[in-house]
């Protein structure tokens, strides 16, 4: 389990990972402010034993507005969204939650780079605060045991993430840091 503060707005997130037979489970609860409006997301993510998403519900509140998005994708790489094809995801295998660092666990489990290696990954995006899908091209680059170099947008967005043994991200700089790290700082 982890807890993270969010750092480029007022707000936090709690995520944890269970296995469950034959299937891991990442769950979690953000909490932040934007556009000065309360936001609260709690979001279930199913993956199978090799870390591809299977099943994800998201749901909560932005602002006033009751939000609920429930995807899922089969065995061949097809995603629907509340019950609707989305061609334009085919074939990812990793859901990116927008508005979480979370789901950079999931790439980061499944690719188990060695030190120095790099990949190319194509995550189904969902964007905040509309929670609409899309492509978000990516590559992670293992520089040590605990470091990764993350690009998006064809090398616009880079961070060097700092993970825990378990793979959660815990300094996303700017963005998210573990509170447990701010509290022995």
């Excluded at 616009?156 to 963005?175: I, K, M, Q, S």
Aim: glycine share 8%; charged share 25%; aromatic share 10%.
């Amino acid at each position: 389990m982890i807890l993270w503060r969010r750092l480029d707005l007022p707000g936090h997130e709690a995520a944890e990972i269970t296995q469950q037979r034959n299937r891991w489970n990442l769950a979690g609860t953000a909490l932040f402010a934007y556009r000065q409006q309360p936001c609260r997301l709690d979001y279930e993510i199913e993956c199978d034993m090799l870390w591809g998403t299977r099943d994800v519900m998201v749901r909560g509140q932005i602002g006033e507005a009751p939000v609920s998005l429930a995807l899922s994708r089969d065995g061949e790489g097809a995603w629907c969204a509340n019950g609707t094809a989305q061609p334009a995801v085919q074939g990812c295998i990793d859901i990116d939650l927008g508005f979480s660092p979370s789901t950079n666990l999931l790439p980061i489990r499944r690719l188990k780079l060695p030190i120095g290696a790099r990949a190319q990954v194509r995550a189904a995006w969902v964007r905040f605060p509309e929670l609409t899908l899309e492509v978000l091209e990516q590559s992670y680059t293992r520089l040590t045991e605990l470091t990764y170099k993350y690009e998006s947008a064809g090398g616009e967005f880079t961070r060097e993430l700092t993970v825990n043994a378990h793979g959660f991200v815990v300094d996303y700089p700017g963005v998210w840091r573990d509170e447990s790290l701010a509290a022995s700082d």
